[in-house]
């Protein structure tokens, strides 16, 4: 599988700020909808007010799984869409030369993007350790027999204000998969989203016994440390 990761952490970097809402009016209906965090942790059957997941279980297990009782993690943002030689014809070439396929098995692709937190607070406010661990992560996903799909995870600063605002760092996780088919891409997507889910539960990455998290009641503010600052 290919994998890599980034950082986008500069001072005039986009941060990811949860929670978040967006509103958004639709002309057809003339109603105005409220797109928002939904914060699966504190009310894991509140996902069925995310409209990603309606008609993607896969999508659906995976936020389960990152937020779950014992994840390092919780989840802010998601969302999945196809590529089709009509309109992302560049983005499937790049994608087919990386993985160095051949031109009939790159035809179509199917792509996801789900914004991930650290639940640990000294992880969470550490660009530094959130890189080592990032390289981890990315090195192990390399070993999955994926030959048609890529990972790429992207560092970027964030501010958490469930209980009181922190400052550190979140990253997000791109999964495309490419095919002949759209159903051929779809469900190569599928197959490399479990294993990158499951790769990211494993016991390794767990929580150290008795840290404190970002979503603990008695949370306090913490210095944003940007990576060109990060000892």
């Known amino acids: ?22 509103h958004q009016h639709s002309h057809k209906s003339g109603r105005t909808t409220a797109a928002h965090f939904v ?10 007010e995310i409209p990603e997941v309606e008609h993607n279980p896969t999508l659906a297990r995976a936020l389960r799984a990152l937020n779950a009782t014992r994840s390092p993690f919780l989840t802010a943002k998601c969302d999945t869409w196809t590529l089709s030689t009509s309109c992302h014809a560049e983005s499937l070439e790049a994608l087919r030369l990386e993985l160095m396929l051949a031109d009939e098995d790159a035809r179509h692709g199917y792509a996801s993007y789900i914004d991930i937190l650290w639940r640990e607070r000294s992880v969470f406010a550490s660009a530094h350790h959130q890189q080592d661990r990032l390289d981890r992560i990315t090195r192990r996903a390399q070993r999955l027999q ?3 799909a890529a990972l790429e995870c992207v560092l970027r600063p964030a501010v958490l204000d469930l209980n ?3 400052e550190g760092f979140a990253f997000t996780l791109y999964i495309t998969a490419v095919g002949p088919e759209p159903d051929i891409a779809h469900r190569r997507w599928e197959l490399a989203t479990d294993d990158i889910v499951t790769l990211l539960r494993n016991k390794e990455l767990e929580l150290a016994r008795g840290s404190v998290t ?4 008695d949370a306090y503010p913490l210095r944003m440390r940007h990576l060109n600052e990060a000892s």
């Open 214 to 217: 970002i979503d603990a009641s």
């Open 164 to 166: 009181g605002a922190l």
């Open 39 to 48: 914060d699966l942790r504190a009310n894991p059957y509140d996902i069925a």
């Open 146 to 148: 994926h030959p048609e």
């Open 1 to 22: 599988m290919l994998s890599e990761w980034t950082a986008e952490c500069s001072h005039d970097a986009p941060t990811l700020i949860v929670p978040w809402s967006d």
